[in-house]
């Protein structure tokens, strides 16, 4: 484990880092996986030497966690966030040692009710957010929709309930961080919103109120339209659409969207790109130009409507997409020609509900049983073998610290990189 006042130089340095814009959030360093699927939402990572083939005796470390859970870590240097949950609904967000999996702290939420949740859902489903000065989480049940935030030492400096929350299969989305603000998706079966918070005082900002239909799973992603950040977000009910992280005025949608989202929104080849669908598999692709916002007749591009995923999210990396769908055959498409149309498809086996990750040029998913596969992300395909986890997993692993770390629903495997290198 780091000495104190090193964990705290560190701390200190990354601040300075993001306070003076020497990085900004699409380039944070190598060290930093600070939300669900890594910088803004991209699961993309250039980490080299990561073992394509491995046994459980290759990993650096291996620890239970207490309960279960389906979070996806977040981390900021040696700072490593996950969450969990028991059967009685008690809630806990777990700091460990990035470095070593020694734990540094935990704090639980035993004010909430075990509400309903989906068989594949759990109390410590979605993902916390980090900005290296503080951790936000969201926990839920029918009566309170909580945020909370903490230290980096895990004193929490405030909480909102935000109200009911009105769900078929529970809470699970993710928080994420925006500058100042905590953005807090709220899209249930119920009046919904868009929500941001200081981050410091936990005050509202902004609040965009929104269509509702089915409770929404999608973690929103910020894109450049033009100049302008906007916070892209998705929902049956308003499909995908853009909203001015300034104020939070909606500026455009795709419209209505048949079925529940879950995965998340991605953005790629000027595209963003998202899918909905019910019963396990993805039944409906919408590609939008973001940048044809206000000409609702042209901003929709593309649909698909075969080979989609349902949970997983899909990767972009220049011009292709792969998508891996949650029964175990991934495609690749060409995002220049038609999105209805394959590069490759392939079975690779097994059930998904994780989402891939980039890593230099490959991909790693986790399935339901717990066999980590791994393909090759190119228009010629490669399949590189599955290896063991020892644990079920419904995860999405995270890169940071020239390591991979894959979540099982009562573990945590850290796999380091045989050559680390940085972004």
């Known amino acids: 484990m780091l000495p104190v006042h090193m964990s705290r ?4 340095f990354a601040l300075l880092v993001v306070c003076f814009g020497i990085v900004d959030g699409a380039t944070l360093l190598a060290d ?5 699927r890594g910088p803004n939402g991209d699961g993309k990572s250039d980490l080299k030497g990561v073992p394509t083939n491995w046994t459980q005796d290759d990993y650096e470390w291996v620890i239970k966690l207490p309960g279960k ?19 009685a609904g008690v ?9 070593t999996g020694e734990e540094f702290w935990k704090d639980s939420t035993e004010s909430l009710s075990a509400s309903h949740l989906h068989n594949k859902n759990s109390y410590g489903s ?16 029918e009566n309170h929709y909580l945020v909370n935030a903490y230290t980096m030492n895990g004193e929490k400096i405030w909480t909102r309930d935000l109200g009911t929350f009105t769900s078929q299969h529970g809470q699970g989305v993710s928080p994420l961080i925006y500058k100042d603000l905590v953005i807090v998706p709220f899209d249930q079966m119920g009046p919904s919103q868009m929500l941001a918070l200081n981050t410091k005082t936990g005050e509202t900002v902004w609040t965009t109120q929104r269509d509702f239909r089915k409770t929404s799973y999608a973690t929103p992603i910020v894109v450049d339209v033009n100049g302008q950040d906007q916070l892209i977000t998705l929902s049956g009910a308003i499909g995908l659409s853009g909203i001015d ?14 079925m529940r989202t879950v995965a998340s929104p991605v953005y790629g080849a000027g595209l963003v790109i998202a899918s909905c669908g019910s019963g396990g598999q993805g039944k409906f692709m919408v590609a939008v130009d973001p940048t044809q916002g206000d000409n609702p007749e042209k901003i929709v591009k593309a649909e ?9 999210t899909p990767i972009i990396d220049g011009n292709y997409m792969y998508l891996w769908n949650d029964g175990g055959i991934v495609c690749c498409v060409d995002l220049t020609t038609d999105l209805s149309e394959n590069v490759w498809t392939q079975r690779i086996g097994g059930n998904f509900s994780g989402s891939p990750v980039l890593i230099d040029g490959k991909l790693y998913c986790i399935s339901e049983d717990g066999e980590v596969a791994v393909i090759a992300a190119s228009p010629e395909y490669k399949e590189y073998g599955k ?11 995270a890169v940071a610290n020239g390591r991979v770390y894959f979540r099982g629903f009562h573990s945590l495997a850290c796999l380091k990189a045989k050559e680390a290198t940085a972004n």
């Open 91 to 99: 809630r806990t967000l777990i700091c460990l040692n990035a470095l």
């Open 9 to 12: 130089c560190w701390q200190a």
């Open 304 to 312: 698909r409507k075969k080979n989609l995923p349902y949970v997983p």
């Open 245 to 258: 992280l300034k104020d939070g005025t909606a500026l455009w949608s795709s419209g209505q969207l048949p």
């Open 32 to 36: 930093e996986w600070p939300r669900f």
């Open 69 to 87: 859970g389906h979070s996806s870590p977040s981390i900021w240097g040696d700072h490593l966030f996950v969450l969990t949950g028991t059967d």
């Open 387 to 397: 290896s063991p986890l020892g644990d079920q997993s419904y995860s999405t692993p």
């Open 126 to 141: 979605g993902t916390p957010a980090t900005n290296g000065e503080h951790v936000y989480v969201a926990f839920a049940d």
